[in-house]
């Protein structure tokens, strides 16, 4: 990629880290730091920090001007949640209402943005609905999911302290939706770039 350098945010986990959850968002973020891109990632331990979202609130905690500068500077997201009951966690559904915070914004909410998706389970039944509760928050947030989503099944497929798994199938689509992720951004910059040609 050349000139402007792109950025990424993740965020992802549970409080009581490390999780699956947090070590397969790291696989994603890896492979699209591996194509140039900037990173960031926000994990349990942070998420877990963020106050319960109270709109028109006049006064933002550190930990909420942080994550709301970093996803307002971003090209793109990556989120990563488990399936709790067959849903988004709490502390994910949380950083996400935050962004509300973003709707008088010049770029309102995630607009034009490439989204990625990934959700851990204990099984099979919670990825699905997960993944489609996500892809309606990202669409109500005016971002574009990727057509790829990962599905994990913890229960099967079992990460390492030092960022593998045994699961080569769970790493290949883990690091597809980063591929997918970047090939947006580089989309979005040659389009970019072909405008202002045409100036």
């Not at 935050?98 to 909410?109: G, N, P």
């Not at 389009?191 to 045409?198: F, K, P, V, W």
């Amino acid at each position: 990629m050349s000139g402007h350098r792109p950025f990424v945010v993740g965020l992802g986990g549970v409080a009581s880290a490390p999780s699956s959850t947090e070590r397969a968002l790291s696989v994603t973020l890896s492979a699209i730091e591996a194509r140039g891109v900037e990173v960031r990632a926000f994990g349990g331990d942070f998420l877990g920090r963020l106050p319960i979202y109270a709109p028109k609130s006049a006064n933002r905690t550190p930990e909420e001007l942080e994550f709301l500068a970093a996803v307002r500077r971003a090209d793109g997201l990556v989120i990563a949640s488990p399936g709790y009951h067959g849903g988004v966690s709490g502390m994910v559904k949380n950083a996400l209402d935050l962004l509300e915070e973003t709707a008088k914004d010049a770029r309102v909410y995630l607009s034009g943005i490439p989204v990625g998706l990934v959700v851990t389970a204990y099984g099979w039944q919670a990825t699905g609905s997960t993944i489609a509760a996500l892809r309606s928050t990202v669409h109500a947030l005016r971002g574009w999911p990727t057509p790829m989503a990962a599905a994990i099944n913890s229960a099967q497929s079992k990460f390492t302290e030092d960022g593998g798994c045994d699961d080569a199938a769970a790493i290949g689509q883990l690091k597809l939706v980063g591929q997918q992720v970047v090939e947006f951004l580089d989309r979005g910059q040659g389009a970019r770039m072909e405008a202002q040609t045409a100036v």
